[in-house]
Structures are given as structure tokens and as C-alpha cells.
């Protein structure tokens, strides 16, 4: 049977063709869609964890178990999960393990651009690298008899490209795994130094052995055409089959870690010349002159972003990127805003306003409030982090006797995520940073995947919610508010009382992302949001452009110079009606709205 599926969807039908059991993962663009497609195969138990580390915690437990297991993230996921991967490298597996690295060549939505091929050299792991849908699903698919075979924890390196674009699949039926009986042996899993010194002679042994395996892998094969040579892996390899086309001959690595040293230099006693072309490091390139194997790689390519067929034309010359192409005078910039009716509005237009204060931010839909008009955001490092990373400044701060007092921002699921270790730093040290956490009652940057404050598990199976406030507090909080943040004066009132003390305060804001999908019963329990309509009275309106500075992208001037509201997109949230000097805004009837 083929199907059109993206790499992600074909990830998915090949741990499940596996006999995979058991998956966990945290949300995160490439990635998301891997577990999102896993949830629908009923045959996997699946799970959202609360963050990257116990995602593979978790599957590395079920391994050890006895069961084929798969994690997804991305890139930045595995920074936080390295600890646990670098330390089941040495145990090896029980059943079968296969994390999975989304990475993001030229950082469409991700805070930086690594390439994690390298963790697999230094985590001691296999790696495997598809270029398509269908060595997505094979790869996938493979990579847990792999892992069996030499005892290894596998990794699955896929880019933007690979994740999101589609081809047909080959879909074949569900080999069910017959699970490995669980015995208690504490010599392989439990890494306490006298066990660990011996498993570390084991990780070499098997590395070499895998090194034999890359030799022979069907994953790596060369591609016969003219004398220029090149050797290439993932989405890159297709990048250069539209450059070179037949006038060259391709080394297609798709197991790159251990390398395979005898095939390269096979390939390159066939071919004059040797380009190396890959995103981001020169992960292969370093390898190959290692050998003592002379390459093109960095010295012409670029060291950063997508190695598209435009890049690499105009690399060797062959002729102008695209974009020289166009007059920029005439491209109209669409910048990402903040939805019509977002929660996160009202908070980030009062603190905006706020003089002497610096704000330390953190990954999600909430990092926008950097950008105009509300220019509320100074910093962000990494998830979780904007607490501590406030306390940081704000400890500077006060040490130097500048008059400024930071409010660190993040939301509800990055709070779930790295945030409560966050916010310990900032209580456990007695600091007066200011701690806002923007419930919208789900992860919304990547989704709408749940959490562990949305009451709903992976599948939308009722769980225990969580509540924020009842964490905060058995933490020692003293000074926590819940703020609804479309009430302007109320979310006024909450910052200016906590800037106000001269200790740690918690602002929670809450209320649903405009986006969320509720039930009935949901939906009354808020009163029934996002059912109104606000409309401007010409009459009354002056022009002052005061409901623009909401950011709003429901509102904008028209040719009258009077502001005006667009039905379709307005929810009714309130915040520009309460911010109109002369109360020019005001709710539509709701006969009006019912013809909306």
C-alpha cells in the first residue's frame, strides 16, 4: 500500500510497522507532528511529557523493560535530555530505542541553528540520517533491530525539509515485537562507577562493531554518474542531485555515525574531485580529510542555514540567489503578531508601558511581546530559563545599584516544562524578581498539545489538572495572584502591586488561547469566550490611533482616518474598548454578531 505521508507522518508508520509500544515526547517544532501521528496507532501507548528529559526517561524505562520505545524532539530538546543519553549510551537497551532529532537548518522557528549529528560521536550512539519519507519510515523502522542487534540507543537526525515535506510511502503491515523478558541485572543498568568503568570498555567494543555494520549498511551506497564527486546525506543529497544532476557521483550516507572509512575511500578512487555538502557542520567534511581524503566542503559552501539548490548554485558560482531578483521596495513585511483576541495582550500592553523594568522572556507564542508596539521583552535564552535568568540580572542589578526591577515571563506549559526549577532559583535565593505565568490553558506555540495543567492526557482522556497557583504556593510563594489579563485594570493593578514589594511576587495569568478547542462544558466554566463582537462608532472615534497601540491585528485605520474592526477576526476580548479615550468601541449587538 503507498501513501502520501511527510517525514514525520512516516517516522510515526514505522515505529508502529516496528512493533514500537510505548512513545513519549514534548512538543516541539519540527518534531511535534512524530507523536501527534503515534497517538492515532492504538497499538502504541503514547504520551506528551512535561519536557524533553523525562520524555526519554520514561522510554528509556520502558526499553529496559523489555519493549521497542521512541522519543521525538526537537533539537533543543535534546540539550535537556542529554543527561540520560549519554549515560544509557553505556548501559545499552532492552528493547529497541529510537530518539529522534528534529533540527532546524536556517532556525525557521527555533532560537538557535545546531547541528545534534554531533551528539552521536559524543554520546557514543548510532546515527541515522533520512533524506525523504520513505527512508524516514525505513530508517525508522530499522533502527530498533539495529539497536537490539549491537545493544545501542539510537539516533534519528531530521531537518525542517525531511519533517514537513511529502512523498510516497511504501506502508507495509505491523510486525508485532514479542517483549524482552525483564531480569533484574544491575552490571548493565546501574552506572554506578566500578559497573560504568566496565561498560565504558563495552561502548568501543560495540562502536567498532557498528563501524563494520556502516561498511555493508544499505543506508550508504554510491549513485553512479560523471567524475565529480559528491558526498552528501538528508535533504541535502536531493539539494545537489538538482545542481549536479548526472554530471556527478554521489555518496548517499544515510548511517553516519560510526562512518564508514573504506567505503569513502572507495568513492574517492572514483571521481576527480570530492564536494561535500551538508547543513550546518562539517560534521562529514571533518571526518573525510581526517582520512586523509581531500574535499570541498565549508571553504565553499556556507557554514549555516539550508543548503538549497539556490545556495549552492550561487556558491559555485553558477549564478545569483533569488532574492536579487525581486524589488524589495515593493515586498510588504508581514511580521508575526499575536492572534486577535490572545491572552496574552492586555499583559503585555500594561507592562510595555512600565518604566525601569526589564523583562526576561522565554520560548513560546509570548515571545513576540518583544516586537512593537508593546517592546516588552529584553532577553530570551532557552525554555524554562527566564526566571532564573531574571534573577541573574536582577541580583546584577541590585548589586550595582541600578534602580531596575525585572519581570520574567513565561507560560504555562514552559512552566511545566523547566519553569518550576526556574522559579525555585528565584524563591530559594531571596529575590525580588517578578515571576508572570501566562496560562492559556495549553501549549500553543506548537499546537495545542496538552500539558499537565490542561487536564487532558495525549489522547484527550480526562487526567489530573494541575493548578499553578496550589504549585506556586507549596513552593513558599507568599505573594501569588491570578489575573484574568483581559481585564486591563485589574493587570494593571497586579504589576503595579508587585512592583511594589521588595520580594518575589507570582502574577498568573489566566485565561484560554483563542485558539483552543473547548467542549460545552469548557466553555461555560469560562462564561462562554470569544462570542462577541466589537464594533467602532465612527462618530465618537477621534483618530488617536490608541486601539492600534493594542497591537491588535483585527483593528486598522481606514481612508476616514477612523479605526475599524474586522468581524472576522474579532473575538471580543475587550481590550481595545477598555483602552479608547472616548469609549468609542463598543459591543455589537447580538443580532449583529449572529450574522457574523
Not at 535565593?429 to 490542561?454: A, F, Y
Not at 483581559?486 to 498568573?508: G, H, P, Q, T, W
Not at 488617536?544 to 483593528?555: E, L, N, V, Y
Amino acid at each position: 500500500m503507498k501513501q502520501l505521508m511527510t517525514g514525520n507522518e512516516a517516522i510515526a508508520r514505522g515505529a508502529w510497522e516496528a512493533g514500537v509500544a510505548f512513545a513519549s515526547a514534548y512538543p516541539g517544532t519540527p518534531s511535534t507532528e512524530i507523536l501527534e501521528n503515534i497517538i492515532g496507532y492504538k497499538e502504541i501507548q503514547s504520551e506528551w511529557a512535561p519536557n524533553e528529559k523525562v520524555a526519554l526517561e520514561a522510554v528509556i524505562g520502558a526499553s529496559i523493560a523489555g519493549v521497542r520505545t521512541i522519543s521525538a524532539m526537537k533539537h533543543v530538546g535534546v540539550n535537556v535530555a542529554a543527561d540520560p543519553l549519554f549515560t544509557f549510551a553505556y548501559t545499552g537497551v532492552g528493547g529497541g530505542m529510537l530518539l529522534v532529532t528534529a533540527d532546524e537548518p536556517g532556525q525557521h522557528s527555533s532560537q538557535n541553528e545546531q547541528d545534534n549529528r554531533n551528539y552521536a560521536p559524543f554520546a557514543k550512539v548510532a546515527l541515522l540520517e533520512p533524506s525523504n519519507s520513505q527512508e524516514c519510515k525505513d530508517m525508522a523502522k530499522a533502527a530498533f533491530a539495529i539497536s537490539e542487534q549491537y545493544d545501542v540507543p539510537m539516533l534519528l537526525r531530521t531537518t525542517t525539509r525531511v519533517c514537513h515535506s511529502k512523498s510516497i510511502v511504501e506502508c507495509e503491515e505491523r510486525e508485532e515485537f514479542e517483549p524482552i523478558a525483564y531480569q533484574k541485572n544491575t552490571q548493565k543498568n546501574l552506572t554506578v562507577p566500578a559497573h560504568s568503568r566496565i561498560l565504558r570498555a563495552k561502548v568501543e567494543e560495540r562502536m567498532q562493531a557498528l563501524k563494520e555494520y556502516s561498511e555493508a549498511c544499505p543506508f550508504n551506497y554510491i549513485v553512479e554518474g560523471g567524475k565529480i564527486g559528491v558526498v552528501t546525506s538528508g535533504m541535502s543529497y536531493h539539494y545537489a542531485r538538482e545542481v549536479f544532476g548526472d554530471k556527478a557521483t554521489y555518496l548517499k550516507l544515510g548511517f553516519t555515525n560510526p562512518l564508514p572509512d573504506n567505503l569513502l575511500k572507495k568513492f574517492a578512487q572514483q571521481v576527480d574531485v570530492i564536494y561535500v555538502i551538508e547543513e550546518n557542520d562539517p560534521y562529514l567534511e571533518n571526518w573525510i580529510k581526517s582520512l586523509g581524503i581531500a574535499c570541498k566542503g565549508k571553504d565553499v559552501f556556507p557554514a549555516w542555514g539550508e543548503m538549497t539548490p539556490d545556495v549552492l548554485r550561487h556558491a559555485l558560482g553558477q549564478g545569483e540567489l533569488p532574492v536579487k531578483e525581486y524589488d524589495k521596495d515593493k515586498i510588504v513585511a508581514r511580521p508575526p503578531t499575536l492572534c486577535a483576541g490572545c491572552p496574552h495582550r492586555g499583559f503585555f500592553y500594561e507592562l510595555g508601558k512600565k518604566k525601569n523594568v526589564v523583562v526576561s522572556g522565554d520560548i513560546g507564542c509570548y515571545t513576540l511581546g518583544f516586537a512593537a508596539p508593546y517592546n516588552a521583552m529584553d532577553t530570551t535564552i532557552c525554555m524554562g530559563g527566564s526566571f532564573s535568568v531574571g534573577h541573574g540580572m536582577q541580583k546584577a542589578f541590585d548589586l550595582t545599584e541600578q534602580d531596575k526591577r525585572v519581570v520574567g515571563v513565561m507560560g504555562d506549559s514552559t512552566f511545566f516544562h523547566t519553569g518550576i526549577n526556574s522559579l525555585i532559583e528565584v524563591l530559594y535565593n531571596n529575590s525580588k524578581t517578578i515571576c508572570v505565568i501566562l496560562d492559556n490553558r495549553i501549549t500553543g506555540m506548537t499546537g495545542h498539545q496538552e500539558n499537565p495543567g490542561s487536564g487532558k492526557l495525549a489522547g484527550g482522556e480526562p487526567a489530573h489538572e494541575m493548578d499553578i497557583a496550589t504549585v506556586v504556593k507549596a513552593l513558599g510563594a507568599k505573594n501569588v495572584v491570578e489575573v484574568n489579563p483581559n481585564d486591563i485594570k485589574a493587570m494593571r493593578k497586579a504589576l503595579d502591586d508587585a512592583l511594589a514589594l521588595d520580594e518575589a511576587s507570582v502574577i498568573i495569568t489566566k485565561w484560554p488561547c483563542v485558539l483552543k478547542k473547548m467542549d460545552l462544558a469548557e466553555r461555560s466554566a469560562w462564561g462562554n469566550p470569544f462570542t462577541t463582537k466589537y464594533v467602532v462608532n465612527e462618530d465618537t472615534c477621534i483618530g488617536c490611533k490608541a486601539c492600534i497601540r493594542s497591537g491588535c491585528p483585527a483593528i486598522s485605520m481606514n481612508e476616514n482616518k477612523k479605526s475599524g474592526i474586522d468581524a472576522s477576526q474579532c473575538v471580543g476580548c475587550g481590550i481595545c474598548a477598555q483602552i479608547c479615550p472616548k469609549k468609542a468601541i463598543e459591543q455589537a449587538p447580538k443580532k449583529e454578531v449572529a450574522k457574523i
